[in-house]
């Protein structure tokens, strides 16, 4: 299973990277703004800085809604480095411009998945992923990692070649139970990836074997 980071810190992306398990970077207008990054420009150069950081897979959005509007986004956000992924909007004009960069070799995470029909039909259009949403579901009273299942399970019947980016994780569990069930990415914050290091017998282990250590040294 991949590790993406989903956020659009710098100094967050580098710890991550620095630890040897990231895949790839998500972010959102959301998380730009939580950086302070506005305007065309320096959002661009924002993600050019992602991308020199990390080997591939930078998920780029979209701020248009309509088909023309995307495309021409998604085409000046594919121009800043090779390692962009357009992030696309789940809704009709949507289809129509994952279907349009499929056909132009350019890779789309297509986002705001909350059904797993929304989910089959980013997978026909030529999604190179598709992000559900566990925790907002999990907030509604929805089973969250539910559709992560239902969503891995059609895609094995037919082949689908579509990723399941499992977005919104927002805790180790979370994380373990999309390997679990298959999910071919997760992306998360820093804090969940680095909960994954914890267990307490691990601290009282090496805390044992360092105090014997020391015994055994005479120190």
Do not use: W
């Amino acid at each position: 299973m991949k590790f993406f980071i989903d956020t659009a810190n710098l100094s967050d992306i580098r710890e991550a990277y620095d630890l040897g398990v990231l895949d790839g970077v998500t972010t959102n207008p959301s998380l730009m703004a939580k950086e302070g990054i506005s305007g065309d420009e320096k959002v661009r150069a924002h993600y050019k800085a992602i991308c020199d950081i990390v080997d591939d897979k930078v998920s780029a959005e979209v701020i248009s809604t309509d088909f023309e509007g995307m495309v021409k986004e998604g085409k000046e956000l594919a121009k800043i480095d090779d390692k962009i992924v357009v992030k696309i909007p789940m809704i009709k004009d949507g289809l129509k411009a994952l279907k349009y960069f499929s056909s132009e070799g350019i890779r789309t995470n297509c986002t705001l998945i909350f059904s797993a029909g929304q989910a089959l039909l980013a997978a026909k259009a030529g999604a190179s992923y598709v992000s559900p949403f566990i925790g907002r579901l999990d907030d509604i009273s929805f089973d969250g990692m539910e559709l992560i299942a239902q969503i891995v399970h059609i895609y094995g019947n037919y082949g689908y070649e579509t990723e399941v980016l499992a977005a919104s994780v927002r805790h180790s569990m979370h994380l373990l139970k999309c390997a679990e069930v298959g999910a071919d990415v997760v992306t998360c914050p820093l804090k969940v990836i680095t909960s994954l290091l914890n267990h307490p017998l691990t601290d009282s282990g090496l805390a044992t074997f360092l105090a014997d250590h020391a015994k055994a040294a005479g120190k």
